[in-house]
C-alpha cells in the first residue's frame, strides 16, 4: 500500500534559526497537504499542493511539491516559538472513494530553544 | 473550526470491555473519517463513512467496527479492547475546498 516517509522525527532549533522537513511517498500522489499539531491539541491543515513543481508561501512557511510529485517539504524560516508543534504531511489520492483518505507521514516534532 | 465534537475525551477502560467513541458534526456532510494517532506512526485511517450507512475499511480497520445511522453522527465501537488499542483517536470532516481534513479534538483512550 502507499506509504509517505517523513524525515526528521525530532527537530530541536535556536530560536531565529530555520527549520526543514521532507517527506517521500512509495507513490505518485493527486495532492499532498500539510498539517500542525500544538502539543495536546488536534491536527489543524495548514495547506494543501496539486500541482508538480508547486511553491506555495504564507508568511515564513514556504511548501513546495516535487516535480514527480512524489515529495514534499515544509521550510519555516527564522523559527519563532509559537511554531513549537508536530508537522504532518498527508498524500492524497484522486477520486471516488479515495476523496479525503489521507496516508500521514509520521510527523516532524519542532522544538524551539528561545 | 469546523462543527464536530467527540465524546468521550478521555477515556479509561480494561481488555476485554467493549468501548463506543462517538463523533457529531454539525457541517451536514456525507464524509466522516476516524483516525488513530499513535508516536512513530502518524495518523493512520481506521475506517471511514460516505453516507448514511455506508462505511467501509481503512488501513488499520482490524478489531474496529463503525456505524452512521443517521448524517451526523459517526461511531467507532471497540469491540473488546486491547491494550495495543491503548491510542488517541480523531474524527474528521472535510473541509470547504478540495480533500482537506477538519479534526476533532480527539479523545485518548487507555486500555489497562
Known amino acids: 500500500g502507499q506509504q509517505v516517509m517523513q524525515i526528521p522525527q525530532y527537530q530541536h532549533v535556536q530560536e531565529g534559526e530555520d527549520f526543514t522537513t521532507y517527506c517521500n511517498s512509495s507513490t505518485t500522489l493527486s495532492n499532498i497537504q500539510w498539517y500542525k499539531q500544538r502539543p495536546g491539541g488536534h491536527p489543524v491543515f495548514l495547506i494543501q499542493?496539486?500541482?508538480?513543481?508547486e511553491v506555495k508561501k504564507q508568511k515564513r512557511l514556504t511548501f513546495q511539491f516535487g516535480e514527480a510529485k512524489k515529495n514534499s517539504s515544509l521550510h519555516i524560516t527564522a523559527t519563532q516559538t509559537t511554531d513549537v508543534g508536530t508537522y504532518f504531511c498527508a498524500g492524497g489520492l484522486t477520486g471516488g472513494t479515495s476523496y479525503g483518505k489521507l496516508t500521514f507521514g509520521q510527523g516532524t516534532i519542532l522544538t524551539v530553544h528561545p | 473550526d469546523a462543527g464536530i465534537t467527540q465524546s468521550p475525551r478521555h477515556k479509561v477502560t480494561e481488555t476485554g470491555t467493549p468501548v463506543t467513541l462517538r463523533c457529531h458534526q454539525t457541517?451536514?456532510?456525507?464524509?466522516m473519517y476516524w483516525y488513530r494517532q499513535d508516536p512513530g506512526h502518524g495518523l493512520r485511517l481506521i475506517h471511514y463513512?460516505?453516507?448514511?450507512?455506508?462505511?467501509d475499511k481503512g488501513e488499520v480497520s482490524d478489531g474496529y467496527s463503525v456505524s452512521r445511522s443517521k448524517t451526523e453522527d459517526f461511531l467507532l465501537t471497540l469491540e473488546s479492547a486491547t491494550s495495543s488499542q491503548t491510542s488517541v483517536y480523531f474524527c474528521a470532516i472535510p473541509g470547504p475546498n478540495t480533500g482537506e481534513l477538519f479534526f476533532g479534538e480527539g479523545s485518548r483512550l487507555t486500555v489497562l
Open positions: 499542493l496539486v500541482k508538480s513543481g
Open positions: 457541517e451536514n456532510h456525507r464524509y
Open positions: 463513512s460516505y453516507g448514511v450507512k455506508d462505511t
